[in-house]
């Protein structure tokens, strides 16, 4: 289900984040880490989110749930959710922290991808068709994702969130070496 994907997602790459900022400790550099994933959630990972789950509810709920029965505030549930993953995963991460605690971090970020790997899986039958919950249930106006709306969404959101990974990567990288410099 993918509702369930992206906070996972951004907690791995909260993880990833901090384990790219793991060779310097301080408080100003932890806190800057911490505002570049926040940044990094609130502008891209959040809205990206909020975006997929507009554009085809029933799609991110793997059509088992008829989005018109959730309650209104679950689009915005799940956008803060995904735009607060990356926090939690660097905070988590400073927590245990990389230097001290490698294998149980290691673990972790393995328990959270298998995870996503799971519910991907799982849903990957479902996730490849685009419909209503209604049409995919009354199997009628089902069609492929690739080539529709959704499939060119996804290839261009994705494409966006992974070059927002790789900038605040380079940014936590640049802080760190411009702190270690000093």
């Known amino acids: ?6 906070p996972l997602l951004g907690f791995v790459i909260g993880l990833g984040l901090a384990r790219i900022a793991s060779g310097e400790r301080g408080s100003t550099t932890e806190s800057r880490d911490v505002v570049l994933a926040a940044c990094f959630g609130a502008v891209l990972l959040g809205p990206t989110t909020a975006f997929l ?3 085809s509810p029933d799609w991110c709920l793997s059509y ?6 959730l309650p209104g505030f679950f689009p915005a549930l799940l ?4 735009a607060c993953g990356p926090v939690l995963g660097v905070v988590c991460a400073r927590a245990l922290s990389w230097s001290r605690r490698p294998r149980l971090l290691w673990q972790l970020f ?17 996730l490849g068709r685009v419909a209503s919950y209604t ?11 690739a080539g529709s709306p959704l ?12 070059v ?6 380079r940014g936590i990288r640049r802080h760190h070496a411009a702190v270690s410099r000093d």
């Open 79 to 82: 956008a803060l959710g995904s």
């Open 53 to 55: 789950f507009a554009l």
């Open 164 to 169: 927002g990974v790789a900038l605040t990567a």
């Open 110 to 126: 393995a328990l959270t991808l298998g995870s996503i790997a799971a519910l991907l899986l799982v849903g990957s039958a479902r």
């Open 151 to 162: 499939g060119y969404a996804l290839l261009w959101l994705f494409s966006i969130v992974a």
């Open 64 to 69: 088992r749930v008829d989005s018109r029965r």
């Open 1 to 6: 289900m993918p509702a369930l994907v992206f």
């Open 135 to 145: 049409q995919f249930h009354d199997d009628f106006g089902v069609r492929p994702v």
